[in-house]
């Protein structure tokens, strides 16, 4: 009888080794994409949330520059605030906070008695007080943009403080009639020391009134007449974010520095202004950050309002 041997065949060592080093390499490439694929996505989400804020400003802007009232008051108020824009950035910075000031008509409502209505509004358009609060500096990345309005109800009593309203029983023809009390109404708006808009929402539902969007960084808002510049046919804008970009030798950088420069651009149109020298147009160049902070640097975006004759 014939007798075969009969042997159990295995991998050798270097079989082992070979396919361990395969599986390590496919493992890794598997982590590889997991973590780029979680990454797309996370900057995905993150670039959906800022236009989603994005479009909300610019539709809010385009209905309320559509009604702009030129026989009433638009101001406009440029700073350069000194701040970090993130908690961990290394150093300081400068950073444009631009704000306006104008009349609009629609169809507005009162926050507070919800039957209050007026189809004129005072409109505060920019950075709320807590976020321009130089005692408590905020990155800039965490800052909030505020709308701020205030209807125009001649006839109704106001309430007695400490209460806060969104109406006033000032009539429209009498603020157009009163320059000075309106610039000082514009002023305190203005002023992060007097402007007061609280964005506790847990504390108070009514107070997300005048909260627009959150994480809204640099605005810098600039106005033209319609005027071409010569040596390449644009448009001429005028404000404090041309000011800069123009190379003037009497403005430097202000990073690092202990103590802010006071650069501050003002400009406004008034009733006494004919209608042919108000702005042809406003241009609002803003940075919009998303809540996670995963887009570091942000997205910087600019919308241009063309003003109606």
Known sequence: MNYKLRTNKAFTLIELVVAVALLTMVISFSGVIFKVSINAYRASSANAEIMRNLRAITDQLNRDFKGLRKDGYLMLYSELVLRK????SPSFKDFEADRI??????????WFPP???SNIARVYFGHDSISLNPLNPIPISQWNLARDVELITPGILLPPPPAVVDYNDISYAERKTYLVSTRTDANSLFDPNTFRIPIDIQADPNSVRSLMCQNVGEIIIEWT???????DNSLNW????MWRKSGDPNYSSIEDLPVLPNFI????????VPKEYWP?????????????????????FTHIVYLEE
């Open 280 to 300: 042809q147009a406003l241009k609002f160049t803003f940075t919009l950050y998303d809540s996670k902070g995963i887009l570091e640097k942000g997205r910087t």
């Open 115 to 117: 039957y209050y209505r």
């Open 238 to 241: 005028f404000g404090l974010g």
């Open 101 to 110: 000031y104008y009349f609009t008509t629609g169809d507005f409502q009162s």
């Open 265 to 272: 651009y003002r400009a406004s149109w008034t009733p006494a």
């Open 85 to 88: 824009q993130f908690n961990d």
């Open 225 to 231: 007449d319609g005027t071409i510049y010569p040596l």
